[in-house]
Protein backbone atom coordinates (compact mmCIF):
# COMPACT_ATOMS: atom_id res chain seq x y z
CA UNK A 1 0.00 0.00 0.00
CA UNK A 2 1.73 2.78 -0.89
CA UNK A 3 -1.29 5.63 -0.97
CA UNK A 4 -2.49 8.00 -3.07
CA UNK A 5 0.11 9.65 -5.35
CA UNK A 6 -1.10 13.18 -6.98
CA UNK A 7 1.49 14.85 -9.98
CA UNK A 8 2.72 17.66 -9.77
CA UNK A 9 2.45 18.86 -6.26
CA UNK A 10 2.26 22.46 -7.17
CA UNK A 11 1.21 24.41 -10.00
CA UNK A 12 1.68 27.90 -11.34
CA UNK A 13 -0.21 29.15 -14.39
CA UNK A 14 -1.18 31.85 -16.56
CA UNK A 15 -4.79 32.85 -16.85
CA UNK A 16 -6.35 31.35 -19.93
CA UNK A 17 -3.87 28.21 -19.76
CA UNK A 18 -4.60 24.63 -19.72
CA UNK A 19 -3.06 22.69 -16.95
CA UNK A 20 -3.90 18.90 -16.28
CA UNK A 21 -3.63 16.87 -12.61
CA UNK A 22 -3.02 13.36 -12.23
CA UNK A 23 -3.83 11.01 -9.73
CA UNK A 24 -2.40 6.94 -9.10
CA UNK A 25 -4.74 5.82 -6.41
CA UNK A 26 -4.43 2.84 -4.40
CA UNK A 27 -3.81 -0.57 -6.29
CA UNK A 28 -6.90 -2.44 -5.53
CA UNK A 29 -9.34 0.48 -4.82
CA UNK A 30 -11.81 0.78 -7.64
CA UNK A 31 -13.48 4.22 -6.22
CA UNK A 32 -11.82 7.29 -7.24
CA UNK A 33 -12.75 10.80 -5.96
CA UNK A 34 -11.81 14.61 -6.77
CA UNK A 35 -11.92 17.10 -4.46
CA UNK A 36 -11.45 20.84 -4.55
CA UNK A 37 -10.46 22.65 -1.60
CA UNK A 38 -9.89 26.96 -1.33
CA UNK A 39 -8.34 28.74 1.58
CA UNK A 40 -10.54 28.83 5.01
CA UNK A 41 -12.48 25.96 3.79
CA UNK A 42 -13.31 22.12 3.51
CA UNK A 43 -12.75 19.99 0.34
CA UNK A 44 -16.05 20.01 -1.69
CA UNK A 45 -16.89 17.45 -4.04
CA UNK A 46 -16.12 17.30 -7.69
CA UNK A 47 -16.53 14.09 -9.25
CA UNK A 48 -16.27 10.47 -8.61
CA UNK A 49 -15.51 7.61 -10.70
CA UNK A 50 -15.96 3.64 -10.16
CA UNK A 51 -13.44 2.19 -12.12
CA UNK A 52 -13.86 3.78 -15.67
CA UNK A 53 -17.26 5.28 -15.18
CA UNK A 54 -17.55 8.92 -14.06
CA UNK A 55 -20.91 8.03 -12.18
CA UNK A 56 -21.70 11.55 -10.57
CA UNK A 57 -20.23 15.22 -11.43
CA UNK A 58 -20.78 17.66 -9.16
CA UNK A 59 -22.19 21.34 -10.48
CA UNK A 60 -18.84 23.21 -9.28
CA UNK A 61 -17.27 21.22 -12.31
CA UNK A 62 -18.35 23.32 -14.80
CA UNK A 63 -17.31 22.73 -18.40
CA UNK A 64 -14.35 24.16 -18.46
CA UNK A 65 -13.37 20.89 -16.23
CA UNK A 66 -12.94 17.23 -17.79
CA UNK A 67 -11.98 14.32 -15.16
CA UNK A 68 -11.07 10.84 -16.96
CA UNK A 69 -10.50 7.69 -15.45
CA UNK A 70 -8.56 5.42 -18.78
CA UNK A 71 -8.44 1.22 -17.75
CA UNK A 72 -9.80 2.15 -14.22
CA UNK A 73 -6.95 3.16 -12.97
CA UNK A 74 -5.14 6.98 -13.03
CA UNK A 75 -7.10 9.27 -12.97
CA UNK A 76 -6.71 13.02 -14.87
CA UNK A 77 -8.47 16.14 -14.28
CA UNK A 78 -8.13 18.82 -16.57
CA UNK A 79 -9.09 22.23 -16.79
CA UNK A 80 -9.42 24.84 -19.33
CA UNK A 81 -8.60 28.16 -20.12
CA UNK A 82 -7.94 28.60 -16.55
CA UNK A 83 -9.58 31.43 -14.53
CA UNK A 84 -8.31 32.94 -11.24
CA UNK A 85 -11.10 31.40 -9.20
CA UNK A 86 -9.72 28.42 -9.94
CA UNK A 87 -6.66 28.05 -7.55
CA UNK A 88 -7.42 25.95 -5.11
CA UNK A 89 -5.58 22.71 -3.60
CA UNK A 90 -7.39 19.84 -6.00
CA UNK A 91 -7.32 16.90 -3.94
CA UNK A 92 -7.75 12.96 -4.91
CA UNK A 93 -9.04 10.12 -2.81
CA UNK A 94 -9.72 6.57 -3.60
CA UNK A 95 -11.40 3.76 -1.13
CA UNK A 96 -12.14 0.23 -1.87
CA UNK A 97 -15.78 -1.15 -3.12
CA UNK A 98 -17.87 -2.17 -0.46
CA UNK A 99 -19.84 -0.48 2.71
CA UNK A 100 -18.51 -0.74 6.51
CA UNK A 101 -14.97 -0.74 7.15
CA UNK A 102 -13.52 -0.54 2.94
CA UNK A 103 -15.87 2.39 2.96
CA UNK A 104 -13.53 5.07 3.72
CA UNK A 105 -11.54 7.33 1.35
CA UNK A 106 -7.73 7.69 1.55
CA UNK A 107 -6.30 11.13 0.25
CA UNK A 108 -3.05 12.19 -1.56
CA UNK A 109 -1.05 14.89 -0.37
CA UNK A 110 -3.01 17.39 -3.08
CA UNK A 111 -2.04 19.57 -6.21
CA UNK A 112 -1.51 23.23 -5.66
CA UNK A 113 -3.11 25.47 -8.05
CA UNK A 114 -2.67 29.17 -8.92
CA UNK A 115 -3.58 30.85 -11.40
CA UNK A 116 -1.52 34.29 -11.89
CA UNK B 1 -30.37 20.46 2.36
CA UNK B 2 -27.22 17.89 3.98
CA UNK B 3 -24.50 19.75 5.39
CA UNK B 4 -21.66 19.85 8.31
CA UNK B 5 -21.36 22.59 10.94
CA UNK B 6 -17.75 23.14 12.89
CA UNK B 7 -18.77 26.20 14.43
CA UNK B 8 -15.35 26.95 16.12
CA UNK B 9 -13.13 28.28 13.62
CA UNK B 10 -9.71 28.54 15.80
CA UNK B 11 -9.08 27.24 19.08
CA UNK B 12 -6.13 27.53 21.34
CA UNK B 13 -5.72 25.42 23.96
CA UNK B 14 -1.97 24.99 25.93
CA UNK B 15 -0.33 21.44 25.84
CA UNK B 16 -1.74 19.14 27.81
CA UNK B 17 -4.99 20.38 28.38
CA UNK B 18 -8.05 18.59 27.40
CA UNK B 19 -9.81 19.34 23.96
CA UNK B 20 -13.12 19.29 22.36
CA UNK B 21 -13.70 19.52 18.92
CA UNK B 22 -17.64 20.28 17.56
CA UNK B 23 -19.28 19.20 14.85
CA UNK B 24 -22.87 18.74 13.97
CA UNK B 25 -24.48 17.67 10.86
CA UNK B 26 -27.86 17.66 8.77
CA UNK B 27 -28.39 14.86 6.69
CA UNK B 28 -31.81 12.66 6.05
CA UNK B 29 -30.49 9.35 7.75
CA UNK B 30 -27.49 8.87 9.49
CA UNK B 31 -24.33 9.21 7.51
CA UNK B 32 -21.12 8.14 8.17
CA UNK B 33 -19.24 10.47 9.81
CA UNK B 34 -15.66 11.11 10.11
CA UNK B 35 -12.80 13.28 11.68
CA UNK B 36 -9.70 14.25 9.13
CA UNK B 37 -6.62 16.01 10.26
CA UNK B 38 -4.93 18.31 7.85
CA UNK B 39 -1.13 19.34 8.70
CA UNK B 40 -0.19 22.82 6.45
CA UNK B 41 0.60 21.59 2.84
CA UNK B 42 -0.54 17.88 3.31
CA UNK B 43 -3.26 15.82 2.17
CA UNK B 44 -5.94 14.61 4.76
CA UNK B 45 -5.02 11.81 7.49
CA UNK B 46 -7.70 10.05 8.73
CA UNK B 47 -8.22 10.20 12.43
CA UNK B 48 -11.42 8.17 13.42
CA UNK B 49 -14.63 6.75 12.10
CA UNK B 50 -18.47 6.23 12.79
CA UNK B 51 -20.39 3.73 10.35
CA UNK B 52 -22.84 1.80 13.71
CA UNK B 53 -22.39 0.40 17.05
CA UNK B 54 -20.78 1.33 19.89
CA UNK B 55 -21.34 5.45 19.29
CA UNK B 56 -17.68 5.82 20.96
CA UNK B 57 -14.84 5.28 18.78
CA UNK B 58 -11.16 5.01 19.46
CA UNK B 59 -9.09 6.85 16.86
CA UNK B 60 -5.32 7.44 15.83
CA UNK B 61 -3.16 9.88 18.26
CA UNK B 62 -5.14 9.13 21.22
CA UNK B 63 -8.37 11.10 19.69
CA UNK B 64 -12.04 9.82 20.29
CA UNK B 65 -15.19 10.88 19.65
CA UNK B 66 -18.82 9.75 20.38
CA UNK B 67 -21.62 10.28 18.18
CA UNK B 68 -25.38 11.40 19.88
CA UNK B 69 -27.78 10.94 17.21
CA UNK B 70 -30.29 13.28 19.02
CA UNK B 71 -28.11 15.67 18.97
CA UNK B 72 -26.92 14.88 15.76
CA UNK B 73 -23.07 15.86 16.43
CA UNK B 74 -19.68 13.62 16.52
CA UNK B 75 -17.70 16.02 18.57
CA UNK B 76 -13.90 14.76 18.67
CA UNK B 77 -11.86 14.76 22.00
CA UNK B 78 -8.30 14.22 23.69
CA UNK B 79 -7.76 14.23 26.81
CA UNK B 80 -4.62 15.70 26.71
CA UNK B 81 -3.07 17.57 23.78
CA UNK B 82 0.05 17.83 22.01
CA UNK B 83 2.34 20.34 20.66
CA UNK B 84 2.22 18.42 17.67
CA UNK B 85 -1.16 18.09 17.40
CA UNK B 86 -1.41 21.85 16.02
CA UNK B 87 -3.10 21.28 12.94
CA UNK B 88 -6.63 21.83 10.86
CA UNK B 89 -9.21 19.45 11.68
CA UNK B 90 -11.78 18.70 9.49
CA UNK B 91 -15.56 16.42 10.55
CA UNK B 92 -16.86 14.81 7.24
CA UNK B 93 -19.96 12.96 6.62
CA UNK B 94 -20.44 10.29 4.06
CA UNK B 95 -23.51 8.93 2.15
CA UNK B 96 -24.07 6.08 2.93
CA UNK B 97 -24.91 4.63 -0.37
CA UNK B 98 -24.57 5.39 -3.86
CA UNK B 99 -21.42 7.40 -4.52
CA UNK B 100 -20.38 6.94 -0.61
CA UNK B 101 -19.29 11.05 -1.66
CA UNK B 102 -18.17 13.26 1.69
CA UNK B 103 -19.38 16.35 2.57
CA UNK B 104 -16.56 18.37 4.80
CA UNK B 105 -16.98 21.11 7.38
CA UNK B 106 -15.38 23.83 7.16
CA UNK B 107 -12.26 23.35 9.70
CA UNK B 108 -11.28 24.02 13.01
CA UNK B 109 -7.86 25.38 12.75
CA UNK B 110 -5.94 23.67 16.48
CA UNK B 111 -3.24 25.88 17.81
CA UNK B 112 -1.42 24.65 20.73
CA UNK B 113 0.60 26.78 23.38
CA UNK B 114 3.76 25.68 24.53
Known amino acids: DTGVSQNPRHKITKRGQNVTFRCDPI?????LYWYRQTLGQGPEFLTYFQNEAQLEKSRLLSDRFSAERPKGSFSTLEIQRTEQGDSAMYLC??????????????FGPGTRLTVT | AQSVTQPDIHITVSEGASLELRCNYS??????LFWYVQSPGQGLQLLLKYFSGDTLVQGIKGFEAEFKRSQSSFNLRKPSVHWSDAAEYFC????????????FGTGTRLKVLA
Open chain 1, 27 to 31: SEHNR
Open chain 2, 27 to 32: YGATPY
Open chain 1, 93 to 106: ASSRRGRGSSYEQY
Open chain 2, 92 to 103: AVGAPSGTYKYI
